[in-house]
C-alpha cells in the first residue's frame, strides 16, 4: 500500500512538475521591444450613454455631448485613429445590391442618417446620398451637430483600402448569411497577396465559416470558434498542444478571463503566434457578447508589465496616450 501511495506521489509531483515549467513565464521571452497591438474599434467615434442598451437602440440618438468631429466608421475617423496611435481599424461591412460593400455599423439606416430601411437593400449610389450624421444628438432632439456635414461620406470598403494601402483592418461581418462571407471571399481573393495579408475578420458562425474556407490563411473569428479556442485551450493548454480552433484566427481575450489562460501573458502569447492567431484582450466578459474594450484606465491597469499582444478599445486617444506613458 504504501508503495501504491508512493508511486502515485512521486506521479502527481511529475506532473505538477510538468505543468510548472511547461506555462511558466520564468522561462519565456517576448521579441524585444514589442508594443501593444491596438485596436481602434470603429475607429475615433461619438460616445454614447450604455445604460439600458439592447441591440435595438439607436445610440446616435443618446450621444454624450461631443468633444470632436468625427463620426464612426468614416475614412476621416480611421486617419485620425492612426495618427494618435491605433495600429489597426475594426470597421462594419454590409453588402450592397450592386455587388459592393459599404462601411456602416447598422442593419437600417433610420438611426444615424437621412434614409429608411435595410442597408443592405440599397446600392452604393443611394447610399452615397445620405447624411450619416442626421440623426446624431445629444440633448434629445432639440440640437443634431453632425447634420449636413457629412453627406456621401459612407465609404466602400474598397476605398477604405484605397486609402490606406499599407494599413490593417478588421472586419466585421454584419450578418450570419453564409453568402456574404462568400460575397466578402470573392473580394479580398481579388487583392494582392501582400494586402489581403493585411486584414482580418470576425462575425457569424456561418459566413465567417464560408470566408474561411473560401480565403485560405485568412485570420478570422466567429462566437462558435472563439468559445472552441477559449474552452478547449483552458482544458488542455497546459500541455503545450493547440486547439484547431486556435489556429490562424483571432482571439478576443476578456481581461477577466486572461488569468485562467495557460502561461498568461507570454508563454500564451507566444503560443498563439506560432499557430499564426493574433491575440486582443477586451473588457470584462460578463455575459452577451465581446463589444466592450478596454476602455478605462481601471482596466488597463489589469494588464501585465511588459504586455505585448493586442488592445481593443473604444477610447484610442486615451488607452494609446496611457500604453505610451508605460514606457
Known amino acids: 500500500m504504501r508503495r501504491i501511495l508512493r508511486y502515485i506521489l512521486i506521479v502527481i509531483i511529475s506532473l505538477s512538475a510538468f505543468i510548472f515549467l511547461n506555462n511558466t ?5 517576448r521579441p524585444d521591444g514589442d508594443d501593444p497591438l491596438v485596436l481602434a474599434h470603429r475607429g475615433i467615434a461619438q460616445r454614447f450613454d450604455p445604460a439600458g442598451v439592447t ?5 446616435a440618438s443618446r450621444i454624450l455631448p461631443p468633444k470632436h468631429g468625427y463620426l464612426e466608421n468614416t475614412i476621416a475617423s480611421m486617419r485620425a485613429s492612426f495618427e494618435v496611435g491605433a495600429d489597426i481599424v475594426e470597421l462594419d461591412v454590409h453588402p450592397t445590391t450592386d455587388g459592393q460593400f459599404v462601411v456602416f455599423h447598422d442593419w437600417t439606416l433610420d438611426c444615424r442618417t437621412d434614409g429608411h430601411g435595410v442597408t443592405r437593400e440599397h446600392s ?5 446620398k445620405l447624411d450619416i450624421g442626421y440623426g446624431y444628438t445629444a440633448d434629445g432632439g432639440r440640437t443634431y451637430p453632425f447634420r449636413g456635414s ?12 484605397q486609402a490606406f494601402p499599407d494599413r490593417p483592418f478588421l472586419i466585421n461581418v454584419k450578418s450570419n448569411d453564409p453568402d456574404e462571407g462568400s460575397k466578402l471571399a470573392t473580394f479580398l481573393n481579388a487583392l494582392p497577396p501582400e494586402r489581403r495579408a493585411t486584414v482580418m475578420a470576425y462575425g457569424g458562425d456561418r459566413p465567417i465559416a464560408a470566408l474561411r474556407t473560401a480565403v485560405p490563411g485568412l485570420k478570422t473569428m466567429s462566437r462558435a470558434s472563439l468559445k472552441g479556442c477559449l474552452l478547449r485551450y483552458i482544458a488542455y493548454g497546459w500541455t503545450g498542444a493547440m486547439p484547431d480552433e486556435c489556429r490562424s ?3 478576443l481575450v476578456p481581461i477577466n478571463v486572461a488569468p485562467w489562460l495557460w502561461g498568461w501573458p507570454d508563454r500564451y502569447l507566444n503560443r498563439m503566434d506560432s499557430v499564426g ?3 486582443f484582450v477586451v473588457g470584462p466578459y460578463h455575459g452577451g457578447d ?25 477610447e484610442i486617444e486615451m488607452v494609446a496616450s496611457w500604453l505610451r506613458s508605460r514606457k
Open 25 to 29: 513565464n520564468l522561462f519565456t521571452r
Open 55 to 59: 441591440n435595438d437602440t439607436c445610440t
Open 124 to 128: 452604393v449610389a443611394d447610399l452615397k
Open 150 to 161: 457629412d453627406v456621401g461620406m459612407m465609404p466602400t470598403l474598397a476605398e477604405v483600402l
Open 249 to 251: 484566427t483571432v482571439v
Open 277 to 279: 492567431s493574433t491575440v
Open 290 to 314: 465581446f463589444s466592450t474594450g478596454m476602455d478605462s484606465v481601471e482596466e488597463l491597469s489589469r494588464l501585465p508589465e511588459n504586455y505585448s499582444g493586442g488592445v481593443l478599445t473604444n
